[in-house]
């Protein structure tokens, strides 16, 4: 799996790809059918597959002061088309530059000059271009002229509704993470490099691997079940905050704060990733540490039970 620059002419070796388009961040139902269509022609055809995405996420580059929204950073991404069996990601750096070129120019420039497209697949969605010029009907013709396939992929039902980021999102705000895993085929997970903190967990006996939230979507603050992927490989259950622990004053800070049962080791400064598995209940405030300290017991207990279902 190698991950491409898409402002540079791509390698030999994957030149003529099918290059499945979009923005992918989530990697939920629908998106794994265009990446599961191109693959399966690509495989078919005897070429590479290039799952092409887009970071910062074009909404970040037009409304820059929108709060962060993000599903999954482009390591995570990469990790799953990997796994889906893509050849490599590439990145379109979306800037002043890419926003402002016609769907033509795109298309010539990004897809045949620099990637040599032998296809294209989108979802029936697709939009691209200044000003968004160009849809699914405008790449099949150019298509035709620049001598690429095009292939749209129809929308992903999931009880009788459109299979969406942006559904997942509101799942994940309103507390639901089991409803946004059936969406996204997995738990939604955040990764980050653990961080130092004020090390109260530890005092209190609930050591927590603090991990900053940043441009990740912020799910309803509260308690949830989790499971957490360490560098080594290794899984791990446990306890987590998330949210700006109102207990403790002057930590206004969002973190995601799990606590792992039965481990006992220095995590600091390692990449890992918390899934977040079942919401246990919103983040609240207690009288004192001690009353923090008994809720925390019956979080992990409760959380305990759930996971081991």
Do not use: W
Not at 156 to 180: F, Y
Not at 193 to 198: C, F, L, N, Q, T
């Amino acid at each position: 799996m190698q991950r491409l620059d898409g402002g540079a002419t791509v390698p030999a070796s994957l030149r003529g790809a099918i290059v499945a388009l979009g923005n992918f961040d989530g990697f939920h139902l629908g998106h794994q059918a265009v990446v599961g269509r191109a693959i399966a022609r690509a495989r078919a055809e005897g070429r590479p597959a290039i799952v092409a995405t887009f970071d910062p996420h074009p909404a970040r580059h037009f409304r820059p002061d929108t709060p962060p929204f993000r599903l999954t950073t482009l390591d995570q991404r990469e990790r799953l088309f990997g796994q889906a069996g893509a050849d490599a990601m590439l990145v379109f750096g979306f800037d002043a530059e890419l926003a402002g070129l016609p769907a033509r120019a795109f298309a010539q420039q990004r897809l045949v000059d620099r990637i040599g497209a032998g296809g294209v697949v989108t979802g029936a969605d697709f939009t691209f271009g200044k000003g968004r010029d160009g849809d699914v009907a405008t790449l099949a013709a150019l298509g035709a002229e620049l001598g690429f396939s095009v292939d749209t992929v129809a929308p992903v039902l999931c009880d009788g509704a459109v299979v969406s980021s942006s559904s997942i999102r509101e799942h994940l705000r309103g507390g639901d993470p089991q409803a946004a895993a059936a969406l996204l085929t997995r738990p939604f997970a955040i990764e980050g490099v653990v961080e130092h903190g004020a090390k109260l967990g530890r005092q209190l006996g609930y050591p927590t691997a603090n991990l900053s939230m940043g441009q990740y979507l912020r799910p309803r603050y509260g308690i949830y079940a989790v499971r957490g992927r360490l560098a080594d490989g290794r899984v791990l259950q446990g306890a987590a905050n998330l949210g700006i622990r109102p207990t403790i004053e002057g930590a206004p800070v969002e973190l995601l704060e799990p606590y792992f049962f039965d481990f006992d080791g220095d995590l600091y400064g390692q990449v890992i990733e918390v899934a977040l598995i079942a919401f246990l209940r919103p983040e609240g405030k207690f009288d004192g540490l001690e009353a923090l300290k008994l809720q925390m017991a019956a979080d992990c207990e409760r959380a305990r039970a759930i996971l081991a279902t």
